[in-house]
């Protein structure tokens, strides 16, 4: 392949940022995601950006929004311990509206668990670690090329809805190091502004997309933001009806566009009786057991979610419509198979393979736990 | 070649997981596809550490090593924990200090470790004498690769000293004057 550099995922995660426009990152180092800061630290002020560490979590993110305020492209990245201490201004980021991307490297937990072993553990976190009803958005890369693809992509989203967006990933992905040719430019979106009057500027009124435009501040136009329910004109309100148009808007200017967000991968499920769903690394497992199976003569496919919220139920239940078994395949005690579960609604059996010791679950463990009828495994 | 796998295991500070980003970073110029990925433990220093590199002559699926054809044992932990999972094929090379259970006919001890405290004073360059060795035994990338891969990886007032372990090693194998 020529061009092609071994590049890590952390890595590639800095250099998806940067193509992306990112310009602002502020963090606190934390294994496994501890290269994205450090990488960043390098390059982001030689690209005219700044960079701050911060002295813990809570902070970063704070300092995140408060920068995507100001009119920034931002983000921050950390592991489990420092996603939880996140957890309050994802929702706050939610609430106000303001872009930025979070990274999620994710180790063994909970609490500081296996700091430097690979795991799925943080996925329902990433749907609902923040209170109250609120949407999500988290991109899940399997392999050091996906993860520039979806940091890309989640600046583009964030800036395109006017929401945070969670990058999430395990260690094995951050870590591992692949040959890739990475692409010099990227299609970039940047968030809508207002052309009208600034004095009759209304910072939370939504255009035709349910997305307000954006101004920064120091641009001349006088907004309030606020983690409070608020109407159009930012301002706290407790009024039922405005608080239902608010909370409304907020879920259907990401759903009514799941099109846009969602990404599945559908691969040899044409004839399939069987098919794996994984994400992430485990996806990679995935890929390679169904070779292997197809090789073995079972009829066997992969369905990869690469949003894996929105949850993609329709794709989901279409793929179940079509097969026998359904294997769901995770790092952890069991996540997404709910969803899955959800998605299928009893039309097809679901079946589990879960792992949650800080390994890898590997094609063979794969091979191993597909339904044999035929006795095509040898 | 179709695909080929490479375990280089040791302790933290020997510089195993330098070594296994040298030897993907080689097996990239000599125009293979390689994978890098490491294991290690949460402590700054000590503790096992290994790098697994897959090399091979197109596009590889899954990233991480199933079937090691030749680990390098570093620490006699290494040994014992990595030793046993080998296949049939597998072959072992270990540190001298190591003491392995058994030793097949394609399996080689060197003193691997000693040759890099004699060119370094301490075990950093272990990783790079092991390369050496590697390299000599399998010659599984071109040798100016590895040595533009090393050029490129240590900075640049210690080359002399990774490139001088880097041919120890290889004189482990092939028995030459050192």
Sequence with gaps: MSGAKLVQGNEACVRGALAAGCNFYAGYPITPSSEIAEIMVRRLPDAGGVFIQMEDEIASLATVIGASLAGSKAMTATSGPGFSLMQEHIGFATMAEVPCVIVDVMRGGPSTGLPTSPSQGDIMQARWGTHGDHPAIVLAPSSVGEVFDLTVKAFNLAERFRTPVILIYDEIIGHTRESVVLPDRVDIVDRSRPNGNPSTYQPKAPAANGVPPMVAFGDGYRFHVTGLTHNEHGFPTTDPGDTEALITRIHDKVYDHQDEISAVEEFMLDDAEVAIFAYGIVGRSAREAVLRARRAGMKVGLIRPLTLWPFPYAQVADVAAGIDTLLVAEMNLGQLIGEVERAVAGTTEVIGHLRADGEPITPADLIAALPDPAGART | ?178
Aim: hydrophobic share 40%; glycine share 12%; net charge negative.
């Design chain 2, 1 to 178: 070649m179709g695909r080929s796998e490479f375990r280089i295991a040791g302790a933290g500070g020997q510089g195993v997981v330098t070594a296994g980003r040298i030897l993907a970073e080689a097996a990239i110029l000599s125009g293979s596809e390689a994978i890098h990925s490491q294991v290690y433990g949460p402590q700054s220093r000590g503790g096992a550490s290994r790098s697994d590199v897959v090399i091979a002559t197109e596009q590889i699926g899954y990233p991480l090593a199933e079937q090691i054809d030749l680990l390098v044992a570093l620490s006699g932990e290494a040994c014992s924990r990595y030793h046993p999972e080998l296949m049939e094929h597998g072959r072992l090379v270990a540190d001298s200090r190591c003491a392995p259970t058994s030793l097949g006919v394609r399996d080689h001890q060197f003193p691997i470790v000693d040759t890099a405290r004699s060119i370094s004073g301490g075990h950093l360059v272990s990783g790079v004498v092991a390369l050496g060795v590697l390299q000599a035994l399998t010659g599984a990338v071109e040798a100016d690769a590895l040595d533009r891969a090393v050029a490129d990886r240590v900075p640049s007032r210690h080359l002399d000293m990774n490139l001088k372990a880097l041919r120890a090693g290889a004189r482990l194998v092939t028995g030459g004057v050192g």
